[in-house]
């Protein structure tokens, strides 16, 4: 055998070798618990419910939820959700959960996709939130979270989003604003070692309330525009 074909040749059954060293090494995680995979990432198909009475929603453990503005409560799942998570709607309330684990860390890659009016409020827990706004000024939203992400985002098809007013209040949180948002109102209570990022995006005036352990990162005239709020 030629010696460029024994180097191929070595070359191939290394890569083989690493390969199978992997698979073996996550299946070894996977069964002892040290590693658990929960679902496949990327979105739906989707089953859709209407929650018309609903004035809240709490959820807990997912990577993903992202809120859109609408006129009805309307919520989406992806089709697999009885195997993954538990909902149910208490008197006006509903309860979105990924298993029991999400407070060890774990996270539920499968997203989440909430359509709510300007009164129904959010509490989130262990989730990474998208908030979405839109071109209508009118967009408001309260949000409340622990050991959580607030993303607060525009749809890209759509350019600026505005907002009428956003009240966050958060504890061991990030909390980030993106570019291309535009919030006439902004109200913020930070704790718990929470960071606040404005992303350089425009505001009509800003009130905050921080603790000792939390941090504001201020782009530009946005220092102007926040006032502080004793605790």
């Not at 997912?62 to 503005?69: A, I, K, L, M, T």
């Not at 985002?153 to 600026?160: F, K």
């Amino acid at each position: 055998m030629r010696t460029s074909n024994k180097i191929l040749l070595f070359s191939f059954l290394t890569a083989v070798l690493i390969i199978t060293g992997i698979h073996i090494a996550l299946k070894a995680k996977i069964d002892s618990g040290n590693l658990v995979v929960i679902g496949k990432r990327g979105p739906g198909p989707f089953d859709n419910f209407e929650a018309p009475d609903v004035k809240h929603v709490i959820i807990s453990g997912f990577e993903d939820c992202r809120v859109y503005y609408s006129d009805t409560a309307q919520f989406k799942l992806t089709k697999n959700w009885k195997d993954l998570m538990d909902w149910k709607v208490n008197g006006d309330t509903l309860i979105i959960e990924a298993g029991k684990k999400y407070e060890t860390g774990e996270r539920l890659y499968q997203p989440v996709l909430l359509y709510l009016p300007n009164d129904v409020d959010i509490h989130g827990r262990y989730t990474n939130f998208f908030l979405y706004g839109d071109t209508a000024r009118e967009n408001s939203r309260t949000v409340t979270g622990e050991t959580c992400e607030i993303n607060v985002r525009s749809s890209a098809s759509r350019g600026i989003s505005y907002w009428k007013k956003l009240n966050i209040s958060t504890t061991d949180a990030v909390v980030d604003i993106s570019p291309d948002c535009n919030i006439e109102e902004l109200e913020l209570s930070l704790g718990g070692a929470t960071t606040f990022m404005d992303g350089g995006a425009k505001f009509g005036s800003i009130s905050a309330r921080l603790d000792s352990t939390s941090t504001m990162t201020l782009s530009g005239g946005n220092i102007e525009k926040v006032k502080f709020i004793k605790q």
